[in-house]
């Protein structure tokens, strides 16, 4: 019977780790989303499917589609507040908004991630460093709980369950509608500077400083295990290019990353092409780039759209992502013991990043006042083993990795590594004591 009304799909993580047969839905109607809720005993709300781990869907579960529920319900262009439905993208909210001169600077790196999505999983962009997440610019947010029936959250009212749902991956209930606050845009265009680093230890001692400047600020490094100069990279500044009287954004919604995902069978990210990859990537900066240039709106926004490309050379066994949050104090002892790792594991890292993080770590919230670290690794049994020794090290320096980013974290890290992690599972607990919305990632750490 269930199979009739729902339709049965593979799905699979965006790190392609995990993959699962699940029954889904993609309901049109807030009475249709009522009725579906109550169509099977565990469930999970599903965006643009762009999460890493596999925080919308498990295996023989319901995965509740928002792309229906994309529609902008109120605007208030004096108040700066706009109140739009969990399945709109970044991309349809910027289009509209940009026609005002108005937007948020919590926005991740790809344009067709959604809002709810966004909310689930307490995203950042590369404004984190002053802004934060986007948990600072939510004014309310409106779910649908099958137990708790419709909920109006927000810092005045049903305030706990607000502060769980900001970041608690979709475990409360549907976010079916949000407001934000909105700022103004002082114009489209991004100065981009570009400053050359010797070392991981510069690249963090120019970020930091960047901080006090208003800049957008984030580093490519090299970390490959027999480089001279390990950490040699750049450092890219953005800031905004005032006085520009048009804001006028109309970017595609064509999803091309679709278009590369299955093509490639075979991993063709190895130590040769990394090498080639980056010996020219550094010397187009060094040598063919103005160290300072305008850059348009899309592209210091969203690095990753037009390079799809990137994620599909990792083949059909995917990568692994790691996101960590260090505290300035021991910064420099984990990269110093993270270089040690990389020097005996030799782990083909494809991508390192660093950037400053603003915030209030709590609950499972990927916050704090720390130093950011990003890095890609490909997928096989010897990276693997490179991971756990990178467990250990944020264990050991209380470092705190992303949830949703790293979708082979294990629940004993988690627990150690976020001190309030008992106390989200205890309070939303007392909310859903049966625990109807599950997916993958909550089952895999306990939630």
Request: proline fraction near 2%; hydrophobic fraction near 35%; charge should be positive.
């Amino acid at each position: 019977m269930i199979e009739k009304y729902f339709e049965k799909k593979n799905l699979i993580s965006f790190d392609k780790t995990y993959s699962a047969d699940v029954f889904i839905k993609h309901p049109d109607k807030y009475k249709q989303l009522e009725i579906d809720s109550q169509k099977k005993e565990n469930l999970i709300s599903r965006g643009g499917g762009y999460s890493y781990s596999a925080a919308s869907f498990k295996k023989e579960s319901l995965s509740i589609g928002m792309k229906n529920f994309n529609r902008i319900l109120y605007f208030d262009k004096e108040k700066q507040e706009i109140t739009i439905e969990s399945g709109i993208t970044f991309i349809e909210l910027l289009n509209f908004t940009l026609k005002y001169g108005l937007w948020i600077t919590q926005i991740p790196g790809y344009p067709f991630i959604t809002l709810g999505g966004a909310v689930a999983a307490n995203v950042h962009g590369k404004s984190c460093s002053s802004d934060g997440t986007i948990r600072n610019v939510i004014k309310n947010i409106l779910i649908f709980h099958k137990n708790h029936g419709w909920l109006n959250l927000s810092k005045d009212e049903n305030k706990n369950i607000f502060d769980l749902t900001i970041g608690g991956f979709g475990l409360t209930g549907t976010i079916v509608s949000l407001t934000i606050k909105l700022v103004k845009l002082e114009g489209l265009n991004f100065i981009t500077s570009v400053k050359k680093t010797k070392s991981i230890s510069d690249t963090i001692d120019l970020i930091k400083d960047s901080k006090s400047k208003n800049l957008l600020a984030y580093s490519w490094n090299r970390v490959d295990p027999n480089l001279k100069n390990f950490g040699e990279g750049l450092v890219f500044y953005n800031k905004i290019e005032k006085n520009k009287e048009k804001i006028d954004l109309e970017l595609s919604n064509f999803n091309s990353f679709h278009f590369f995902m299955n093509k490639i069978n075979l991993c063709l990210w190895n130590k040769v092409t990394i090498k080639t990859f980056n010996y020219f990537f550094l010397n187009y900066y060094r040598y063919l780039k103005k160290d300072n240039y305008i850059d348009n709106f899309s592209n210091a926004i969203f690095p990753f759209r037009g390079k799809e490309m990137y994620f599909s050379l990792f083949g059909k066994k995917g990568f692994y992502e790691s996101q960590i949050l260090v505290s300035h104090e021991v910064a420099q002892n984990f990269i110093e013991e993270l270089r040690k790792a990389i020097s005996i594991y030799k782990p083909t890292i494809t991508l390192f990043s660093i950037k400053e993080m603003q915030g209030n770590q709590e609950y499972l919230r990927f916050e704090g006042n720390m130093t950011l670290l990003t890095f890609d690794v490909t997928k096989n049994n010897k990276n693997s083993i490179f991971m756990d020794e990178v467990d250990k090290l944020c264990i050991k320096y209380n470092a705190i990795p992303s949830i949703i980013k790293d979708s082979r974290l294990k629940r004993e890290v988690l627990d150690k590594c976020y001190k309030f992690a008992d106390k989200f599972r205890e309070e939303l607990k007392n909310f859903d004591s049966k625990r109807f919305y599950k997916s993958e990632l909550s089952d895999r750490l306990n939630l």
